[in-house]
């Protein structure tokens, strides 16, 4: 029973455009929604997040996007920069749970 | 931001032994932690949740016998595993949170089964 599907195992982007990150859920009972960044061997590191109640939620270089009726989760990221080169998950949060997308490998190419 | 803090960061032990990993949230009270376990370029499975004072809730094809989890008090969770084998060589991330905020996570343990 796969609740979240990241279905990009890895993306390259040129330094200065823009990336896109997508999840698809199908549980409705997930509220919030959040976008962790992860280096290997370390822990996940938190980026942004929504709740439910949102479709959009802007910090700094970071946009997350949420489209209820799509059941669809994305993160923009404008510019790109090769600092931003990192597994990137999805991870959504219900009540007593949180699962994690698959991951996709962002590469930013200078 | 909130600090989690897990160790050991890399533990290296023999077969049929047990490892207890701590997961200890250092500056707020944590109502809720994760385990979760990572294999080679796949994705963070969780194993439990669990909530400080009642049982852990394993999820589905996860050994609750083999993977213990304690949850004493709102700043420390920890995770035996018990009776280790080669397959059970992983990294480990914990994740703690405070009701329904975004979820806090430890840097990791490398377990490796000799």
């Known amino acids: 029973d796969q609740q979240v599907k990241q279905n990009s195992p890895s993306l390259s982007v040129q330094e200065g455009r823009i990336s896109i990150l997508n999840c698809d859920y199908t549980?409705?009972?997930?509220?919030?929604f959040l976008w962790y960044k992860k280096y290997p061997a370390e822990g996940p590191t938190f980026l942004i997040s929504i709740s439910s109640i949102k479709d959009k939620n802007e910090d700094g270089r970071f946009t997350v996007f949420l489209n209820k009726s799509a059941k669809h989760l994305s993160l923009h990221i404008v510019p790109s920069q090769p600092g931003d080169s990192a597994v990137y998950f999805c991870l959504f949060q219900g009540a007593q749970k949180l699962v994690f997308g698959q991951g996709t490998r962002l590469t930013i190419n200078p | 931001g909130a600090v989690v803090s897990q160790h050991p960061s890399r533990v290296i032990c023999k077969s049929g032994t047990s490892v207890k990993i701590e997961c200890r949230s250092l500056?707020?009270?944590?109502?809720?932690m994760f385990w979760y376990r990572q294999f080679p370029k796949q994705s963070l499975m969780l194993m439990a949740t669990?909530?400080?004072?009642?049982?852990?809730?394993?999820e589905q094809g996860v050994e609750k016998d083999k993977f213990l989890i304690n949850h004493a008090s709102l700043t420390l969770s920890t995770l035996t595993v018990t009776s280790a084998h080669p397959e059970d060589s992983s990294f480990y991330i914990c994740?703690?949170?405070?009701?329904?905020?975004?979820?806090?996570f430890g840097q990791g343990t490398r377990l490796t089964v000799v």
């Open positions: 500056d707020f009270q944590a109502t809720t």
């Open positions: 994740s703690a949170r405070v009701w329904n905020t975004e979820a806090f």
């Open positions: 669990s909530n400080e004072g009642s049982k852990a809730t394993y």
């Open positions: 549980n409705s009972m997930f509220d919030y």
